[in-house]
Every structure is written in structure tokens, then in C-alpha cells.
């Protein structure tokens, strides 16, 4: 998770940077989910902080109430940002830097994730799994800006940009509302890298793998 907060913090700034420098609303919106990304992983480590466990499900809830809110805003905030460049024919400048940071997050993040799972498999760590999941799951925010950004490089098509941040945005709500619902979507599950699960990917259901392929 230390690595993540790193990783997050370099990566939002460089891209937020890129995204001014070149006008794209798809690298704002990227490295504005970075940040978010490094309080969710604070979060994480908050509540590992606790040995209390009772106060740690409440800090943790409190926690997940608030970078619930941010991602809300920040999907309001693209709504808005995109439909105004879409009415104003307003599109981004290509970005060198933009497209190695997105090409860099589509390698590497992933790639921590599968690592975080096996941890966790091993660890029994149930708190890491789901982060590694949440991981997972922002690689579709990647994979899409970095979609939109190629877009712009190669046809020039200006209106690629905002609609590629628009397809951010039911993912930013969907987490946003799972914050601000505080649910923890790890409760119950165990941790696991067996084929049967996806190497961690999926839930681990009782009796789907026996415990040694862990």
C-alpha cells in the first residue's frame, strides 16, 4: 500500500500537469482519481493502525464516507467539465507526457495488484485484497483515458477527450456511492490466489479451493 501512495502521489502530479499544459480533461480527471486513489489507501492503512477492532470499523467508516464524496464531486465535476468542451468544440492538445504516464499506470498498476493479492492469499489479509481489488478496478479508468488519448494522438478527433472522461464517470459513481454507504466490500471473504478464483481476482467462495492452494 506504501508503494501505491507513492506511486499515486507521482502519478497524479504529472498527469494533472500534462492535462493543464494540454487542455485534456481525460489526464485532469486521471489525476484527480490518483489523489483520491491515496486517500482510499490511506484509509487502509488508518484502519490497519487501529488494534482496537471496533474503533477501527469506525474510523474506517468514517474514512470511506469521505473519499465516497470526493469521487461523487469528482464525477460531477467531468459531467460538467466535458459537456462544456463538447458545447464549445473545445478539445485537447496531444501530450507526450500524458500518454507515457498512461502507458506506465496500464503496466504497472496491474501488476501490483496481482502482487498485493498473493500477498494477501498469504497473509489472510483480508483489507489488502480489497485494496488490490479497488486497484483493479481503476485500471479501467487507465485503460479508457489512455484509449482517448491515443485517439487524439493518431485521428486528431477532438471530442474524444471529453467523451473518454464521460465514460470515467459511471465508475466514479459507483465508488462514491459505495463510500458514502461506507461498505466494506471485503466483510466475509477470504483471501485467496488459486486459479479457481481468478489468483484473487474473484471472490473466494467456502469450498471453491482447498486451503494448500493458498
Partial sequence: MVV???YNIVEGIISISAGIVSGSIVLL?????????VLAAGAVLWRLSYRDEEAGERAEERALRVVGATFLILAGAV???STYALSE??????????LLVLIASAIFMPALSIAKLWVAARTGMNVLAAEA??????????FTALAGIIAVFLLGWWWIDPIAALLMVPWLVKEGMDGVRADACFDGERPCFCRACFFGV???????????CC
Fill in 4 to 6: 501505491t501512495l507513492l
Fill in 29 to 37: 480527471s486521471f489525476g484527480a482519481d490518483s489523489y483520491l486513489e
Fill in 79 to 81: 459531467v460538467f467539465q
Fill in 89 to 98: 468544440a473545445e478539445g485537447a492538445q496531444t501530450s507526450v507526457t500524458g
Fill in 133 to 142: 481489488k479497488e486497484t483493479i478496478a481503476c485500471s479501467y479508468l487507465t
Fill in 202 to 212: 474473484r471472490s473466494c467462495q467456502p469450498g471453491c479451493c482447498a486451503p494448500a
